[in-house]
């Protein structure tokens, strides 16, 4: 299913149609106050300065159905079909590889004429999940496309306890979904939000409009409608979602940041938005991200006579340690 990669710094893994791992196979990536873990296919959950206490969206200890929390869809507009660039929750024929590596996850997967990157990260300081999506076009003639966002947020120990606390607005200057919990006593004024690089968007704050009366998150509502409603405040099932349209010429590349994070207020909220919402910047901090590991991680060199053992001590058991245990 998967295996170190050739110099060792990553886990690959191959998923073909109708294969998964024996269990969820995550990835703890963290900066010490903020946090996720992410799966194989696409699920885990992401925290802010405590990984319990506050978690902006839900966890699960679920071995088996690994419910997901966090969801990019992708939609052709011309012929109505939508999926996900990672295996879950909306799983397709073609191959995925999924590459867990020291800091950062990355999702490849190509169909619908499109090939789809998916890197995912948390910046050394700020407390933002940055996830940046590359769609390329093989297609001999230019698709419409629909990217979106989904979350369920939590701000607290558990969405069962908190959504009726939750209360979700637009923020005036940067468009972002702005999300609260004035109920969160241990983290009081902490503002989460989720926002996009692109400046056209449509967004809700209503989980019922978009899952639908009988939807899922495998067969959401909102995939079929023309735009998001922009429904948001409180008293709702909340739900936090942005959505983006696009054309893609053929052959051409197009890239998209969406961002999770949650500032001490509205006011730092916006910024680190705005800062990461920028393409460049998002992969700069990404090249930050991986000097970083890869200068503490070869402090230490421990040489055996199995190569195998070398590639725990050398790297991931003290990226364990350090990203999981110490820091998140």
């Not at 998967?2 to 998964?20: A, K, Q, T, W």
């Not at 909102?222 to 099932?237: I, R």
Request: aromatic content about 10%; some cysteine; proline content about 5%.
């Amino acid at each position: 299913t998967g295996g170190f990669s050739e110099d060792g710094r990553s886990y690959v893994i191959l998923l073909r149609e109708g294969h998964h791992t024996p269990a969820p196979w995550i990835n703890v990536i963290s900066n010490g106050n903020f946090g996720f873990q992410i799966s194989e296919v696409g699920s885990g959950y992401t925290w802010s300065e405590n990984s319990r206490e506050n978690k902006l969206t839900p966890w699960s200890n679920d071995p088996v159905s690994d419910p997901a929390g966090e969801v990019i869809y992708i939609r052709d507009e011309d012929k109505g079909d939508y999926w996900s660039i990672t295996p879950m929750p909306v799983r397709e024929e073609a191959d995925y590889v999924v590459t867990h590596g020291q800091g950062y996850s990355v999702f490849e997967h190509a169909s619908h004429g499109i090939e789809q990157r998916l890197t995912v990260f948390v910046p050394l300081e700020d407390p933002v999940k940055v996830s940046i999506i590359s769609l390329k076009s093989v297609r001999e003639e230019p698709v419409r496309l629909r990217a979106t966002y989904y979350i369920r947020p939590v701000l607290g120990v558990s969405d069962r306890i908190s959504s009726q606390y939750i209360s979700t607005r637009i923020d005036d200057k940067t468009g972002a979904v702005m999300i609260t919990n004035s109920y969160n006593a241990d983290f009081p004024g902490r503002v989460a939000f989720i926002d996009v690089s692109e400046d056209r968007r449509s967004c809700t704050g209503d989980r019922a409009e978009f899952l639908g009366l009988h939807g899922s998150l495998e067969r959401p509502e909102a995939m079929e409608m023309e735009s998001l409603s922009g429904k948001v405040g409180a008293g709702l099932d909340p739900c936090g979602a942005v959505q983006v349209k696009f054309v893609l010429s053929p052959g051409e590349t197009k890239e998209l940041v969406f961002l999770l994070g949650q500032g001490k207020d509205a006011e730092d909220a916006g910024r680190i938005s705005m800062r990461y919402r920028n393409i460049d910047t998002a992969w700069k901090e990404l090249d930050r991200v991986k000097s970083f590991w890869e200068d503490k991680l070869k402090a230490l060199q421990v040489h055996t006579p199995d190569e195998t053992m070398d590639i725990l001590l050398n790297g991931w058991l003290i990226y364990q340690v350090v990203s999981c245990r110490l820091w998140a």
